[in-house]
């Protein structure tokens, strides 16, 4: 058995509101067939025909040790990001947060 739920959001600024369905199984876990990634570092939804758009592994560090522990992190950089040449910095920027989140 699978529920449906709708959730209906509203956007002052631009003056319509928009629904959406969320297909949820009974323990609660999302079961969309399609669900859209967003840009790690803008929030942007990374769209079929965004063609520059790249998803990157980072492994992660053992901060004594200093080697790989097996997993990784995910990032995803949408291709306006890279267009303007800040993706190098985005990348950077976002796996020093990572190193900060995982050390603390």
Known sequence: ??????I???VPSLGFSFSYFNMQNENGE???LYIPRKCSWTNRL???KDHGCVQINVANVDPVTGLATG??????????LRFRSEGDMALFELV?????KQVA
């Open 96 to 100: 020093k947060a990572n190193d900060a």
């Open 46 to 48: 990374l769209t079929a």
């Open 30 to 32: 999302n079961v969309d």
């Open 8 to 10: 209906s959001t509203k």
């Open 71 to 80: 997993d990784a992190s995910t990032f995803a950089l949408s291709g306006c």
């Open 1 to 6: 058995l699978q529920l449906c739920t709708i």
